[in-house]
Nanobody, 126 residues
Framework: LQLVESGGGLVQPGGSLRLSCTASGFILEQYAIGWFRQAPGKEREGVACISNGGGSIYYADSVKGRFTISRDNVKSAVYLQMDALNTEDTADYYC????????????????????WGQGTPVTVSS
């Protein structure tokens, strides 16, 4: 079982990044998927979560309107398009899979999460 994140890096404020998470060993369509982040000295935050079929999506208020989560079950992948980045978005970003129907609970409480990726760092700085 493996979740591998990629796409992190250094970007200037106002810029964009697209994170990818590729799953292996999972039948991904059976799982909800979420992106979480943790900045130094801060608690982990659920950024965006999407249901197994993609019909239900939750975004944290801090990223609503700027980030977009999507999934491709055929490619066993989930993506996080991040636009209008600011310094507050600097963090390690993790994807996770969960067996839960309520994506808001997955994002806000990590309820149902069964596996985590290793993370990819995102630094927003001029």
């Amino acid at each position: 079982l493996q979740l591998v994140e990629s796409g992190g890096g250094l970007v200037q404020p106002g810029g964009s990044l697209r994170l990818s998470c590729t799953a292996s060993g999972f039948i991904l369509e059976q799982y909800a998927i979420g992106w979480f982040r943790q900045a130094p000295g801060k608690e982990r935050e659920g950024v965006a979560c999407i249901s197994n079929g993609g019909g239900s999506i939750y975004y944290a208020d801090s990223v609503k309107g700027r980030f977009t989560i999507s999934r491709d079950n055929v490619k066993s992948a989930v993506y996080l398009q991040m636009d209008a980045l600011n310094t507050e978005d600097t963090a390690d970003y993790y994807c996770a899979v969960g067996r839960i129907n309520t994506v808001q609970a997955m994002c806000t409480l990590t309820r149902g999460v069964v596996y985590w990726g290793q993370g990819t760092p995102v630094t927003v700085s001029s």
